[in-house]
């Protein structure tokens, strides 16, 4: 069982639908990273949260520590938002330059 | 600022070639970092920098060889290539704790 776990695998939602993309972690954090990874190939950072809430712009990333989840929400989704989507946690033992990441959240949008 | 440049973008190389795959950043970032990307998996470290001078290993650094003789370059060195080392390789840079990410190099070994 990998440290880091997202769902769904896949997601296929229609343009102006809400989307959740969820992410559960079994190491004790200081840190939650949610980047993006276009069909190009480039790999952008979204977001990095320790606690509660983070929103941009249509973007929302939310975190339970207690829980050891985090979900990231896009609202009214938009074709261009496909992409995989990356959860990577900054472990709180150990050398904490080293994030260990999830295996990604492959979203479509359609038209 | 021209962020995380990576060469080359695309190689193909036969087995037991040698070749660098050249990382520069021109944010004066101190972490600079290596990763490579298989298919269906998380991106694995392969060698990090915390400085000029210092380097250490990632979770797969066999291999691969490092230097980090500047803060802006960060070299990666495949000695004698094998068919386990096709893969997308991205080079990364940070100052806190936020990476910033080069658009990677797509390295075939056949």
Same mark, same amino acid.
């Not at chain 1, 069982?1 to 997202?6: A, F, G, I, P, T």
């Not at chain 1, 330059?97 to 990441?101: C, G, Q, S, V």
């Not at chain 2, 021109?26 to 101190?30: G, I, P, S, V």
């Given at each position: ?6 769902s ?21 954090? =200081?840190? #939650? /990273?949610?980047?993006?990874? %276009? $069909?190009?190939?480039?790999? *952008? ?24 989840? =985090?979900? #990231? /929400?896009?609202?009214?989704? %938009? $074709?261009?938002?496909?992409? *995989? ?5 900054r472990?709180?033992a150990?050398?904490n ?5 999830g ?9 | ?13 036969k ?10 950043q ?5 972490y ?27 979770e ?22 094998a ?19 080069g ?8």
């Open positions: 069982k990998n440290e880091v776990e997202q769904p695998q896949n997601l296929t939602a229609q343009e102006g639908e809400f989307i959740t993309i969820n992410c559960s972690y079994s190491v004790g954090i =200081s840190a #939650l /990273h949610w980047l993006q990874q %276009h $069909p190009g190939g480039g790999i *952008v950072s979204l977001f990095m949260l320790s606690s509660g809430k983070k929103k941009h712009g249509r973007l929302i990333a939310t975190i339970n520590i207690q829980e050891k989840h =985090s979900s #990231l /929400h896009i609202t009214a989704s %938009h $074709p261009r938002d496909s992409a *995989v989507y990356i959860c990577a946690v472990p709180n150990g050398n330059r080293k994030l260990i990441w295996l990604g959240t492959s979203l479509a949008v359609n038209p | 600022n021209a962020g995380v440049t990576q060469t080359p973008k695309f190689r193909i190389l087995i037991g070639q040698s070749m660098t795959l050249q990382c520069t021109d944010m004066n970032h101190n600079m970092y290596w990763y490579r990307q298989d298919p269906g998996m998380g991106l694995k470290l392969i060698y990090y920098s915390v400085g000029a001078g210092i380097t250490d290993k990632g797969v650094p066999n291999g691969y060889n490092v230097s980090r003789s500047t803060t802006e370059d960060f070299p990666l060195r495949l000695e004698l290539a068919p386990s080392q096709t893969s997308v390789y991205f080079c990364a840079s940070s100052v806190s704790y936020e990476q910033y990410f658009p990677g190099t797509r390295l075939t070994v056949t």
